[in-house]
């Protein structure tokens, strides 16, 4: 597996990798209708273009070139911010969502970030828990910022089970850069 930047050619793949990891939610009974779906996947393009013209869009390629997953990352109160993480089905569990994870918090820190942030559902096993043991704390609604309470907002009235999306933060190690231009993680 290779991880490189996504292009702009590619935002009708990375929308059909998103289906595709999406129906693990369907699985555990969380739907969309028809027109939050038409609503929800509009947004998602617009905000994965905007990554992709940034450079912010990873992806994760197998040895026979096809995309596996991606990562997004955008801004959200100054801060960075995950806005998408999926990996096809018949990728998961093999380490793919994990090196797309470790590869956006690089991209944070080599973009100056100290935290990046994300949203998420707190009561499906592969959710929270995954984010917790890669060092992401949850955040109450009232110590965000503007742009992440926007953010809740939009999800919680378009996404099932609302009550359920939480915030949460991972402060990212510091960046030095060498004199050699290596880059090099504090501690």
Known sequence: ????????????LLIDIDNDASTLFEAAGL?????????VTLAARERWMKCVSAGTVLVAVSQFC?????AAVAERDGELY???????RGFMRQGVGTELLHAAMKLAMQMGGHSLWL????H????RPY?????FVVIRAEALGPQM?????FERRLLPDPEHRIVMRSRLPAVVVRPSGSLAHSV
């Open 66 to 70: 096809e995309l596996m997953g991606f």
């Open 149 to 153: 309470r926007e953010e809740l907002s």
């Open 119 to 122: 949203t998420t559902y707190d």
């Open 124 to 127: 499906l096993s592969w959710n």
């Open 1 to 12: 597996m290779t991880i490189r930047a996504g292009l702009i050619q590619e935002i009708e």
């Open 82 to 88: 995950l806005d998408q993480l999926s990996v096809r």
């Open 31 to 39: 739907r969309l209708d028809a027109a939050r779906d038409l609503e």
């Open 131 to 135: 984010y917790e043991r890669h060092g």
